[in-house]
T-cell receptor, first 114, second 109 residues
Framework: DSGVTQTPKHLITATGQRVTLRCSPR?????VYWYQQSLDQGLQFLIQ???????AKGNILERFSAQQFPDLHSELNLSSLELGDSALYFC?????????????FGPGTRLTVL | TQLLEQSPQFLSIQEGENLTVYCNSS?????LQWYRQEPGEGPVLLVT?????EVKKLKRLTFQFGDARKDSSLHITAAQPGDTGLYLC?????????FGAGTTVTVRA
């Protein structure tokens, strides 16, 4: 158990819909990272927040957005969903910012878009 | 396109055999990490290498960072069924982690 929690574990929805994925980092960790893992693209970095502020952006679509709240939990919002958005979405946390820091991954949310 | 290329993509070996997984790039990384991921779970960090030429050992696993900090390898000695999983390398590039596509290792009993 990494100490990072993600909800829900599974999510099935239809094209065009909007969903919100939630992540609670390990106690004391200030950085939260979101990743998308699909069979054809592998694990892709989406976005990072550090202590409530956006710190780095990766291959995140404009239909996707995220935020980190004062209690440090984070939400990833996916809208106008397409079939290709079906994937595993992971949240990771670390005490500090910067890629070299060990990141602790949550169990992931499996999103299926029908 | 992946910044990091991992090979082979799949590896199936018998218990007790050795294996090596490679991670290559044309880019220089300030550090490189290896993760292992099991089905239905998130990746778990195995090691971070920072210095060119660095070798780190974790029980039967040996990790090497290339002198030019562009490549790395993971060697497992006397593999066991518990070593089965997806092995991912990740490079620290522009303060973000860029992951390779992974090598799926299956160790048969």
């Amino acid at each position: 158990d990494s100490g990072v929690t993600q909800t829900p574990k599974h999510l099935i929805t239809a094209t065009g819909q909007r969903v919100t994925l939630r992540c609670s980092p390990r106690s004391g960790d200030l950085s939260v990272y979101w990743y998308q893992q699909s069979l054809d693209q592998g694990l892709q970095f989406l976005i990072q927040y550090y202590n409530g502020e956006e710190r780095a952006k990766g291959n995140i679509l404009e239909r996707f957005s995220a935020q980190q709240f004062p209690d440090l939990h984070s939400e990833l919002n996916l809208s106008s969903l397409e079939l290709g958005d079906s994937a595993l979405y992971f949240c990771a946390s670390s005490p500090r910012t910067g890629g070299a820091n060990e990141q602790f991954f949550g169990p992931g949310t499996r999103l299926t878009v029908l | 396109t992946q910044l990091l290329e991992q090979s082979p993509q799949f590896l199936s070996i018998q218990e007790g055999e050795n294996l090596t997984v490679y991670c290559n790039s044309s880019s220089v990384f300030s550090s490189l990490q290896w993760y292992r991921q099991e089905p239905g779970e998130g990746p778990v960090l195995l090691v971070t290498v920072v210095t060119g030429g660095e070798v780190k050992k974790l029980k039967r696993l040996t990790f090497q960072f290339g002198d030019a900090r562009k490549d790395s390898s993971l060697h497992i000695t006397a593999a066991q069924p518990g070593d089965t999983g997806l092995y991912l390398c990740a490079g620290d590039y522009d303060y973000k982690l860029s992951f390779g596509a992974g090598t799926t290792v299956t160790v048969r009993a």
